[in-house]
């Protein structure tokens, strides 16, 4: 049965962030430079050859600004300077320089929704007085009288909740001593909303785009880019939002809290359930205030040369919506989270790519794809669950332990998929080398907010954020290298290193045999999968080309199929083997076997067929 026409607007783009692959580092994790078990900008440095030889077009930078780290970066204390955690300016700089050197773009994040509470502005906030203009750059508001015409303010402005579990408002002590105004924060306690309304806020973020791209950057990853704006009068909100959808299922009590941590929930009746952030419509995510503030930011990107970029992290849906902040006068891209949420299931994976590509279309801009990110369990691991289709919010050692065979062969087939597919390709770091989730990390080793402020009931992101493994037989496999005693890793000649620290995270067992060395240059192997598909989509010219869907597409039988350009993609999401079709070659598959030996598309498996 033939399949009606898709729109491909990529295949007209001829702008480098249109069909790049972009590499996410999260530079805490990476590669360690000086031994002190946190990745840092030098180690990044070190392992660019690693990155050119995987054939990615750009480098996304997760935060490396100064920062009191208690949301591992994205509490950002000054945006102009490097955090020593991960080096200095001129370490910034000599990355950059050396990307460019070989030939990779470089992105890095922006943090436009909140600050961190030790940003100087937000210190000065709480120093001064309410209704002052230093308070005006944040979310201050009075709060409610418990007793009704009592001033005492007792009671949180409104309703909200924080996305990191608890209450959205925290109350500060005025100069006095007494109680004062709530300020709001939609994250952690630590970070602070700024005040979109406010002209110095709307200025100062100019300014802070305007000093990265004067050093050379690429573009920009906009952080919550759906926030920022807040209905006005900040009405009440039953729901409770969620950056990332989630199930239920992993917020039950199955999880013992690991005692009161401040701003927790509360309300032990109610888990802290993920749900879309528009059902019901939320007043402080994806208002149409947010549009005004792109289109600013894309004329100052505009003078420029360089074909700078904008990508948004926006959790919208449906998909038209999401298509709104790619108009061709705000952001060149938007993260497709559709795509991600689809999971391993051929009708909803076909669903998301066709409405993805038609919502892109319709504004002239590509579509993204993406599988895993630092905010979500990694595919790996998604997809070894015995239902391949779900969302966790993190998982650990009392939930679920997914089949780790079978995920990694399904993560490398829809790898396949994704690599395919017309537009831009997102690569979280260490998904080419296979790598899982830590489900089994243990509760004392966990950083992220999330888990203390819903105490336990979320377990967090801590488990994909674990330091790669660079080398099998090294201590921390190879994640940190020996320093000198003065702290750096050149070390004068004659002089004695110390041991490296243990990795920030500790890493698990299955580390060791997925670490890059033991699967550099080995056939067969996911490092050596993703340089192949790398290699032939950029030779096949897949990220600028035509998207059809195959004669053979059966969705409903678990087999997706299209043809992009000359190549014919085949991906058996169902339970029996399905034939290749008369007339085609295999070019490459995702099992680890010859191509020239597949006749038949197995379970699991994707295959690019030329003719």
Not at 118 to 127: D, G
Not at 150 to 162: E, I, M, Q, T, V
Not at 207 to 235: C, S
């Amino acid at each position: 049965m033939p399949h009606p026409p898709v729109p491909t607007p990529a295949s007209g783009i001829g702008s480098w962030w249109a069909s790049a692959v972009v590499y996410q580092v999260y530079p805490r994790s990476f590669a360690d430079a000086n031994g002190d078990g946190m990745g840092d900008l030098r180690g990044i440095a070190a392992r660019l050859p690693y990155l050119e030889q995987l054939g990615v077009d750009a480098i996304w930078l997760s935060p490396f600004y100064k920062s009191p780290q208690a949301d591992g970066g994205y509490d950002v204390a000054d945006y102009r300077q490097v955090d020593p955690l991960f080096g200095t300016l001129a370490d910034f700089d000599a990355l950059l320089q050396n990307a460019h050197g070989r030939g990779l773009k470089v992105i890095v994040d922006l943090v436009p929704n909140h600050t961190s509470d030790e940003h100087a502005w937000f210190r000065q906030a709480l120093a001064a007085a309410p209704g002052t203009a230093e308070r005006d750059r944040y979310m201050f508001r009075p709060g409610k009288d418990e007793v009704a015409g009592s001033g005492d303010g007792n009671l949180a402005p409104n309703n909200w909740k924080s996305i990191f579990g608890g209450p959205a408002w925290s109350r500060v002590t005025e100069q006095d001593g007494k109680p004062g105004e709530w300020y709001l924060h939609l994250f952690d306690t630590k970070q602070p909303d700024l005040n979109w309304e406010n002209a110095e806020v709307r200025e100062e973020m100019r300014a802070v785009i305007r000093f990265w791209l004067d050093r050379g950057v690429d573009g920009f990853r906009v952080d919550v880019a759906h926030g920022m704006v807040k209905e006005a009068g900040l009405p009440d909100w039953e729901g409770v939002a969620a950056m990332v959808e989630g199930t239920a299922e992993t917020a039950d009590k199955r999880h013992t809290p690991p005692g009161d941590a401040p701003g927790a929930h509360t309300d032990s009746q109610e888990p802290h359930r993920a749900v879309s952030p528009l059902y019901p419509p939320s007043p402080f995510f994806d208002q149409d205030g947010v549009h005004e503030i792109y289109r600013d930011w894309h004329k100052v990107l505009a003078g420029y040369d360089g074909d700078r970029m904008m990508v948004a992290e926006a959790w919208v849906e449906p998909a038209e919506r999401l298509a709104r902040y790619v108009r061709r006068d705000e952001m060149q891209q938007a993260f497709n989270f559709d795509f991600l949420l689809a999971g391993w299931d051929a009708e909803r994976m076909a669903e998301a790519i066709e409405d993805s590509l038609k919502a892109a279309a319709s504004v002239g801009a590509p579509s993204t794809w993406v599988l895993s990110n630092h905010d979500t369990v990694r595919h790996t691991t998604r997809f070894g669950l015995k239902d391949p289709t779900t969302f966790p919010k993190g998982l650990g050692a009392r939930d679920e332990q997914p089949d780790a065979a079978l995920g990694l062969a399904r993560a490398r087939a829809a790898t396949l998929v994704s690599l395919a597919l017309p537009g831009s390709s997102y690569i979280y770091q260490g998904e080419e080398l296979g790598l899982p989730e830590h489900t089994t990390l243990p509760d004392e080793a966990r950083q992220d907010p999330t888990f203390f402020r819903t105490k336990g009931a979320e377990i967090g992101r801590d488990g994909c954020r674990v330091p790669l493994p660079w080398k099998a037989s090294e201590p921390g496999y190879g994640f940190s290298v020996a320093s000198g005693p003065d702290g750096n890793d050149d070390g004068a000649a004659g002089s004695a290193h110390r041991q490296p620290a243990a990795p920030w995270l500790p890493q698990p067992e299955s580390f060791r045999v997925l670490a890059a060395d033991r699967q550099d240059g080995v056939e067969g192997s996911t490092l050596e999968l993703y340089r192949s598909a790398l290699a032939f989509r950029s030779g096949q010219g897949l990220g600028s080309g035509d998207f059809r869907w195959a004669d053979v597409h059966q969705p409903d039988r678990g087999v997706l199929a299209f043809h992009n350009r000359d190549i014919l993609v085949m991906s058996n999401l169902g339970p029996t083997a399905v034939p290749v079709p008369p007339g085609h070659v295999v070019a490459m598959t995702s099992t680890p076997v010859a191509a020239a030996d597949v006749t038949e598309v197995p379970p699991n498996c994707t295959v690019y067929l030329t003719t």
